[in-house]
DNA sequence: ATCCAGGCTCCTG
DNA sequence: CAGGAGCATGGA
């Protein structure tokens, strides 16, 4: 490299703890994208159609927090330096005012505990909504190991990577490639003959991008997951799903999630799985906030947090 | 073998 | 319109 890569200085709003936001991102050594090691996060995405290797590093505390971001490749190309810098700051939610949760914390010990355990942590987006939604469809009604399997085998059948260092980085598969495929090849993949149907119809619609994403982002919560889930192969789970992680949506929580019910049944000591019910009563008071509350209660699941 | 896992579709009453 | 059966796949 003698070409020294575009840096940027990040500075999210605190407190913020990127070593929080690293053990997301760092939770299954199968996920092919995000990858994480030495106290940095590493992740190859298409920027404007451009692919870039972005690298983020804390170069700062929980409460005076800055981040170090580079663009290692191509290095040179500094056009990309802020449009990296902006989808950042998009999916770390570094304006976000964590202040909020405050009286939320003060008025529900039993979550306001984890909040204080995962203080400085943000609901991490992913970055595109097509990834999201095929990740969720990938999820559905399996073992989130095995999720990440069947996530890792698509990315590196079907992914472009960049070689940096000796380590391939795959992007995400773009929607034609992923079209293309024949439901009898993605079977071979250990995918169902349904998930795979889906994966390749809804690849075919943003191929030929005739999903509005800018207008479900911009709609009113329930509107945007009504209309998702007006999609074959997309129910109010991963319609929900899409709206918090690949969209942004701050208020939405899917209540139906399995993970999430154990966790808050647990927490609320009901000494069983809580029901989608009980899960949409308990987070009511959380309005405003949902989005990040489901986020918490999924990386209160994650090894080394577990209560 | 049996039950479970970050659901969805489609069909009943 | 709510509730439930049936479905599909690998893992523990």
Known sequence: MLTPAPIATLSPRPPFDFGLVRGYLGRSPLEPLDVVADGRYRRAVRLNGSPALLEVRSVG???APALELRVLDPGADRGLLPLAERLLARCLRL???PAGLDPIAAADPVFGALLARLRGVRQILMPSPFETLIWAILGQQINVAFAYKLKRTLVQRYGDAVDHEGRAYYFFPEPARLAAASPTELRTLQLSRQKAEYIIALSELEAADAIDWESLRAAPTPEAVASLATLRGVGR????????????HRDVIPAADLGLRAAIGRAYGLDRTASEVEV???AEPWAGWRSHAAFCWWYSLAPGLTT
């Open 280 to 282: 949409r009563a308990i």
């Open 61 to 63: 505390t929980v409460d």
């Open 237 to 248: 789970w991963t319609a929900e799903y899409v709206c918090m992680r690949g969209l942004g």
């Open 95 to 97: 304006d976000e005012n």
